[in-house]
């Protein structure tokens, strides 16, 4: 993503997700959430001139070199607009189901299969104390999980991401209020795998 950032298009209507992410939560994520994320993202590298060039995935995957006067800025508002670009990608309204093609093939070998994935990505999502993320990612070639705490991502670890759900309050409470179980549950009924496996033969030839 190149400078300056912006909101990306949905790919979908608010209401594509329904029921199981309801209408005002994609609204108010996206046109709020996300968009204070970029607007933010914006003034932090607009504020240093030696970042003027870099692209967001750059900068992310070497927040050392970011000047400390805005390095934890880049990184909240930086993942944050990475993350959730990604999240509205990896999503689709009539998806679902199970992994596809050389995705599957990844998980069954190195994860034991579909059901002991989704048992250890829920695991992370629900062990994520306050506020983070849950990822599938990419490290040397080899499918890992784990949660990573608000707006960190698998690209600060040199890690590529191939799965990821928003565990933040703001992504369900107003339908799910407490129970991000419930929330979880339901949120594989709207993963985009053939987007998955997309990204994921994608990451094998970069990784
Ligand atoms: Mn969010």
Known sequence: MIQPFTLPVL?????ALEPYIDARTMEVHYSKHHQAYVDKLNAAVGSEPSLADKTLEALLANLEAVPEAVRMAV????????NHTFFWEIMAPAAGGEPIGELKEAIDKE?????KFKEAFTRAGLNCFGSGWAWLALRK????VYSAPNQDNPLMQGDSAILGVDVW????????????PEYLDNWWSVVNWQK????YQQSVKQN
């Open 11 to 15: 790919p979908y209507d608010f209401a």
């Open 75 to 82: 990184r909240n508002h930086g993942g944050g607009h990475w």
């Open 111 to 115: 994860l034991g299969g579909f059901s």
């Open 141 to 144: 070639g080899q499918l890992t």
């Open 169 to 180: 309050e703001h992504a369900y409470y107003l339908k799910y209020q407490n129970r991000r």
């Open 196 to 199: 998955v496996n997309e990204i």
